[in-house]
């Protein structure tokens, strides 16, 4: 679990600096940066946690991790910087923190059960961190992409916009399907390159979504 965890932290860190680098949004950028900081600090700390069990730190191959950085990666490719993009590393990146979350909650339990207080507290402190930086992903998205993104959605439902979009976007990839009256709701931006950043945003929202919380606002039902 310990080892899992060393190995997910470590390649975290390097995924982080690769989403700041790709997001627009200033708020955004600056929450990928601090928690990169972070999440080099967590290493620090896990091998304190190494250090009281008496073992070596060492990391081993973590595959949830691997999986949610390779999907988050994926975004990455298929959209335009933009919001459409910052959408879909939100999403990339609270699964991270959930799975994170999830980890260390029951790391922290166990290790308290044990009578492993010292690294109950480490586990307990990161889980913290994971959850704050949830908390201020749901905030970013909830006052800056999202509600750009339910104005995309509506811009679909309501039919403004050609069929082809609609259906373009149902693979969440092509950004080039319809030339259409999104251009009115791109006017409305928060300062987002909107060329290819609306059309990329409602693929995020109409592609990947897999429950409607998009009607929502909140990003993927967390
Ligand atoms: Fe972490
Ligand atoms: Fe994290």
């Not at 932290?9 to 390097?14: C, D, G, Q, S």
């Not at 260390?104 to 009578?115: D, I, K």
């Not at 339910?150 to 679909?156: A, I, P, R, S």
């Not at 976007?169 to 009115?184: I, K, L, P, V, Y």
Request: with cysteine.
């Amino acid at each position: 679990m310990l080892k899992d965890i060393y190995y997910a932290e470590k390649k975290l860190t390097k995924a982080l600096g690769k989403m700041a680098k790709n997001a627009t949004l200033g708020r955004l950028k600056e929450a990928f940066k601090t928690h990169q900081a972070q999440t080099e600090d967590q290493i620090k700390k896990l091998e304190r946690a190494f250090g009281i069990l008496g073992m070596t730190p060492k990391a081993k191959k973590c595959a949830a991790m691997d999986g949610l950085l390779d999907e988050a990666d994926e975004h990455i490719g298929e959209y335009e910087k933009g919001a459409g993009l910052d959408a879909a590393l939100i999403v990339g990146a609270q699964k991270v923190e959930h799975y994170e979350i999830a980890a260390y909650g029951s790391m922290r339990t166990f290790a308290r059960t044990l009578g492993y207080t010292e690294c109950a507290a480490i586990f307990e402190q990161i889980r913290e961190q994971e959850s704050d930086t949830d908390e201020m992903l749901t905030s970013i998205a909830e006052s800056v992409v999202n509600p750009q993104a339910e104005q995309e959605m509506e811009d679909v439902k309501s039919g403004g916009s050609s069929g082809s979009r609609a259906s373009g976007n149902r693979g969440g990839q092509d950004s080039e399907a319809g030339e259409d009256s999104s251009s009115a709701v791109s006017g409305n931006g928060n300062g987002f390159d909107r060329e290819a950043g609306d059309e990329a945003l409602a693929g995020a929202f109409t592609g990947d979504d897999r429950d409607g919380d998009a009607e929502t606002g909140s990003p993927m039902g967390y």
